[in-house]
């Protein structure tokens, strides 16, 4: 974004993400789960809509102005929790057989959070979720989640139905160690680096 408006290269430091409030858990639940403030670009009526179809157990944890949409297009294996506390999202994302995002996010802290509990992630292939999550396909052993092309519920669908299969090829420790790459201390040593290595040494008036 930065090379397309202003024409100027630009080096990455992501942010930091607080791991430790996440809980690592190797044994999952048999459930899927969104957690996202429910507006228009997060495309949870998407996740929705796949589900669905899928017919597979799906938790929908956060709330915005699509609440009601969402609650006319969920089925019965759909359950909508609305807004809890942190304490219940950690949880749940510590249980969930996968986490689902289907948004365009620079970044998406979120999908961090998910593998720092152990939790495979299974994303809209576009944004930061290209940096974050390691599709399995292409990184075998070392996967963490699973990438899907195009934002329409098909192509969701098609991701679950893969995950479904071969998902028991991720490992937890893997989704765990990838999230370490986004901690607290990385973001200081490289942003401290980052600093020392432009700093300006001239004095001015």
């Known amino acids: 974004r930065i090379w397309r408006c202003y024409r100027r290269e630009a080096k990455v430091i992501y942010p930091p993400v607080q791991i430790e409030r996440f809980p690592y858990q190797e044994k999952k639940e048999d459930f899927y789960l969104v957690v996202s403030r429910l507006v228009s670009y997060k495309k949870v009526p998407l996740i929705v809509e796949a589900f669905n179809q899928l017919g597979l157990p799906l938790v929908v944890i956060g709330d915005g102005p699509q609440m009601a949409l969402i609650r006319q297009l969920a089925k019965d294996n759909i359950q909508i929790l609305g807004a809890v506390s942190d304490r219940i999202v950690a949880e749940y994302m510590s249980k969930a057989k996968a986490f689902i995002y289907a948004a365009c996010e620079d970044f998406g802290i979120a999908l961090v959070e998910a593998q720092a509990c152990g939790t495979p992630v299974i994303a809209f292939a576009a944004g930061g979720a290209l940096e974050t999550v390691r599709d399995l396909r292409e990184n075998s052993p070392q996967g963490t989640g699973l990438l899907f092309g195009e934002q329409n519920p098909q192509s969701l669908v098609a991701a679950v139905k893969y995950f479904v299969d071969q998902g028991d090829r991720i490992a937890p420790e893997s989704c765990r160690q990838q999230?370490?790459?986004?901690?607290?201390?990385?973001?200081?040593?490289?942003?401290?680096?980052?600093?020392?290595?432009?700093?300006?040494?001239?004095?001015?008036?």
């Open 179 to 205: 999230a370490n790459k986004f901690t607290p201390e990385v973001f200081r040593n490289a942003y401290s680096l980052f600093i020392e290595e432009h700093s300006i040494s001239k004095n001015y008036c």
